[in-house]
């Protein structure tokens, strides 16, 4: 499974980015696909997932009520979108996909290349 993130850059804070990934090869065998993030820094972390159905999602606390992560099946693509823009948003953005079901521990199988946003002020 190939991953391909767009739609990073310079935002300003506020902003409404949106982060799109389609993801190409063996597809229908991607449970799950999702977003991580690290900032300058910091560890990378999970920020936002969501299954093949789009019927569960997990979003990291600190992002809960501003992103909203969907995905359209037929053009095997995730999005990411990005409300009220913080700076400690900033980060490299990227899209993982889930073989299996996600636990507390699990790591991705497959991991994009990322994308970065920088926020300004």
């Known amino acids: 499974v190939q991953l391909q993130a767009s739609g990073g850059g310079l935002v300003q804070a506020g902003g409404s980015p949106r982060l799109s990934c389609a993801a190409s090869?063996?597809?229908?065998?991607?449970?799950?696909l999702g977003w991580f993030r690290q900032a300058p820094g910091k560890e990378r972390e999970p920020v936002a997932r969501?299954?093949?159905?789009?019927?569960?999602?997990f979003y990291t606390d600190s992002v809960k009520g501003r992103f909203t992560i969907s995905r359209d099946n037929a053009k095997n693509t995730v999005y990411l979108a990005i409300h009220s823009l913080k700076a400690e948003d900033t980060a490299v953005y990227y899209c993982?996909?889930?073989?299996?079901?996600?636990?507390?521990?699990?790591?991705?199988?497959?991991w994009g290349q990322g994308t970065q946003v920088t926020v300004s002020s």
């Open positions: 969501i299954t093949r159905s789009g019927g569960i999602t």
């Open positions: 993982v996909a889930y073989l299996r079901v996600p636990t507390s521990v699990s790591l991705p199988d497959y």
């Open positions: 090869g063996r597809t229908s065998s991607v449970y799950a």
